[in-house]
């Protein structure tokens, strides 16, 4: 069983910079984590996925070149670094994690097996 924490949320103004942790108990190696966000009334949306290695990464083309998601697999800990925040980003954003294989770009939210509680971003204009 994987356990998935995050931290990291807040209030930010617009351009500013925030950093999403989010902590695994077990280990969380061999898996794939991925970070999803979700506002009132709107489905969950993909934001940024990780390969087990670290190697791989994919982002939703909202967040590209804004967003950088990394991971320390010795702290069984990933990490989302948000850069030059807009208030469209303000959501509440899970971690996620799936098992590696089959090996593949993982982008919707059922394909993941474990889920964080969430931690709130809100962007201020």
């Known amino acids: 069983q994987v356990q998935l924490v995050e931290s990291g949320g807040g209030l930010v103004q617009a351009g500013g910079s925030l950093r999403l942790s989010c902590a695994a108990s077990g280990r969380t190696f061999m898996y794939v984590m991925g970070w999803f966000r979700q506002t009132p009334g709107k489905e969950r949306e993909f934001v940024a996925t990780i390969s087990w290695g670290g190697d791989n990464t994919y982002y939703a083309d909202s967040v590209k070149g804004r967003f950088t998601i990394s991971r320390d697999n010795a702290k069984n800990t990933h990490y989302l670094q948000m850069n030059s925040l807009k208030p469209e980003d303000t959501a509440v954003y899970y971690c996620?994690?799936?098992?590696?294989?089959?090996?593949?770009?993982?982008?919707?939210?059922?394909?993941?097996?474990?889920w964080g509680q969430g931690t709130q971003v809100t962007v201020s204009s």
């Open positions: 996620a994690a799936r098992p590696r294989f089959p090996s593949g770009t993982y982008t919707r939210g059922p394909e993941y097996n474990y």
